[in-house]
């Protein structure tokens, strides 16, 4: 009769500390004993020195007595059994709490990665409930303010959209997102925030391809701002995710007209804003060489494809009355005709090893190469 009365106790002790747990949060009564705690840089699990060593604490769930009878028809360590929640397969939660013999609590945290900037990374993986993410999420946010962190940033695959409207209740909003995640974020400090923005610009090109005839070759577009206006343009397309400005104006001209083209050099580039949902938009003006003359047109955004004389190119009512437009023919024309040098690719690579083409005007840095004229410069500097 005892042992049932004590694990009646037991029962009551559980259920209130359950009722806390949803009222306040699973962690939030007892951050106060912060002042002894510890980082386990595996666990990323919060260490506490537990007032009350030799009893039961928020985050046991397991048994007290380990002489505790374990039929499966015993009601009490079922119930117990059916609140804990199984963590230990998670890299984006530390084990489970435990209560050691020499009375040290561990807190379950989020598992997050230092950025270079103050900041923590959580990157979520694997499948939660929304109440124990909150939970979880609270007693790191608390954690991460003690510990003067500034951004906290959290990547939340598709798969977890469940998760979203719990790190909007907790102060997080929307950074940016992906076809497979969304990326939330928030500011910590009272301070003024300097996390970065989202992306800010798109990238685009337009493709100025002349043959030796000096015909260039210009498409009509099936939809868009140029939809059964008559107007021939250069062809123009979004740069991908990863790929370079050379590659997109090459693979564009493919795609558009069938014609194989050699990537020469960037004439000129203009930007505009609010083009794109809000965004910005860099056109790059590139120069193409055509390696190949017969058109293939694409069928799906493409209306017609040919080789138009350059000066009846010029000559359209769109062109003549668009400054912009009508720049950029000249800019063409003066490639063509005189001597105007544009921003040809060089491969090179960052300083951390990273490969990447870095755009300047090669013909008269080669000349101020051959005349010596920087060697010199450098010599005169030498103390």
Same mark, same amino acid.
């Given at each position: 009769?005892?042992?049932?009365?004590?694990?009646?106790?037991?029962?009551?002790?559980?259920?209130?500390?359950?009722?806390?747990?949803?009222?306040?949060?699973?962690?939030?009564?007892?951050?106060?004993?912060?002042?002894?705690?510890?980082?386990?840089?595996?666990?990323?699990?919060?260490?506490?020195?537990?007032?009350?060593?030799?009893?039961? *604490?928020?985050?046991?769930?397991?048994?007290?007595?380990?002489?505790?009878?374990?039929?499966?028809?015993?009601?009490?360590?079922?119930?117990?059994?059916?609140?804990?929640?199984?963590?230990?397969?998670?890299?984006?939660?530390?084990?489970?709490?435990?209560?050691?013999?020499?009375?040290?609590?561990?807190?379950?945290?989020?598992?997050?990665?230092?950025?270079?900037?103050?900041?923590?990374?959580?990157?979520?993986?694997?499948?939660?409930?929304?109440?124990?993410?909150?939970?979880?999420?609270?007693?790191?946010?608390?954690?991460?303010?003690?510990?003067?962190?500034?951004?906290?940033?959290?990547?939340?695959?598709?798969?977890?959209?469940?998760?979203?409207?719990?790190?909007?209740?907790?102060?997080?909003?929307?950074?940016?997102?992906?076809?497979?995640?969304?990326?939330?974020?928030?500011?910590?400090?009272?301070?003024?925030?300097?996390?970065?923005?989202?992306?800010?610009?798109?990238?685009?090109?337009?493709?100025?391809?002349?043959?030796?005839?000096?015909?260039?070759?210009?498409?009509?577009?099936?939809?868009?701002?140029?939809?059964?206006?008559?107007?021939?343009?250069?062809?123009?397309?979004?740069?991908?995710?990863?790929?370079?400005?050379?590659?997109?104006?090459?693979?564009?001209?493919?795609?558009?007209?069938?014609?194989?083209?050699?990537?020469?050099?960037?004439?000129?580039?203009?930007?505009?804003?609010?083009?794109?949902?809000?965004?910005?938009?860099?056109?790059?003006? *590139?120069?193409?060489?055509?390696?190949?003359?017969?058109?293939?047109?694409?069928?799906?955004?493409?209306?017609?494809?040919?080789?138009?004389?350059?000066?009846?190119?010029?000559?359209?009512?769109?062109?003549?009355?668009?400054?912009?437009?009508?720049?950029?023919?000249?800019? *063409?024309?003066?490639?063509?005709?005189?001597?105007?040098?544009?921003?040809?690719?060089?491969?090179?690579?960052?300083?951390?090893?990273?490969?990447?083409?870095?755009?300047?005007?090669?013909?008269?840095?080669?000349?101020?190469?051959?005349?010596?004229?920087?060697?010199?410069?450098?010599?005169?500097?030498?103390?």
């Amino acid at each position: 009769m005892q042992a049932l009365d004590l694990r009646f106790l037991y029962y009551i002790h559980i259920k209130l500390h359950i009722m806390l747990m949803q009222r306040f949060g699973a962690t939030s009564k007892l951050l106060p004993h912060l002042s002894a705690n510890k980082i386990s840089p595996v666990s990323s699990s919060l260490v506490l020195h537990h007032p009350y060593p030799k009893r039961p *604490c928020l985050g046991t769930l397991a048994p007290y007595s380990s002489s505790w009878p374990k039929d499966p028809k015993d009601k009490l360590p079922s119930l117990i059994q059916d609140m804990s929640v199984s963590t230990s397969s998670s890299s984006s939660v530390a084990k489970q709490a435990i209560m050691p013999e020499d009375g040290v609590e561990q807190i379950e945290l989020l598992s997050a990665v230092e950025d270079l900037h103050g900041g923590v990374v959580v990157d979520l993986k694997e499948v939660m409930d929304s109440e124990v993410f909150s939970s979880l999420l609270r007693a790191s946010m608390s954690q991460w303010k003690q510990k003067g962190k500034k951004g906290v940033w959290i990547k939340l695959p598709i798969e977890l959209s469940n998760l979203v409207d719990a790190a909007v209740k907790e102060g997080f909003r929307y950074h940016h997102a992906e076809p497979d995640y969304l990326m939330l974020v928030r500011w910590i400090p009272e301070t003024i925030d300097t996390l970065p923005a989202n992306a800010s610009h798109r990238v685009s090109i337009g493709a100025f391809v002349m043959n030796s005839e000096r015909e260039i070759l210009v498409v009509q577009e099936i939809s868009g701002k140029f939809k059964d206006t008559g107007f021939w343009k250069m062809p123009t397309g979004v740069v991908n995710e990863g790929e370079d400005i050379c590659a997109a104006a090459v693979r564009e001209v493919k795609e558009e007209t069938g014609i194989e083209t050699e990537f020469v050099e960037i004439l000129a580039f203009r930007q505009s804003h609010k083009s794109f949902f809000r965004k910005s938009d860099l056109l790059f003006v *590139c120069m193409l060489k055509p390696h190949s003359s017969d058109i293939e047109k694409q069928n799906l955004e493409i209306e017609a494809a040919q080789w138009m004389p350059f000066e009846e190119y010029a000559a359209q009512p769109f062109i003549r009355k668009n400054k912009m437009f009508d720049y950029v023919a000249e800019i *063409c024309l003066a490639k063509s005709d005189q001597d105007y040098a544009g921003f040809s690719p060089m491969r090179t690579t960052t300083s951390s090893g990273k490969r990447i083409y870095l755009y300047h005007n090669n013909r008269d840095m080669a000349n101020i190469q051959a005349t010596g004229e920087i060697i010199s410069r450098k010599a005169d500097q030498t103390p």
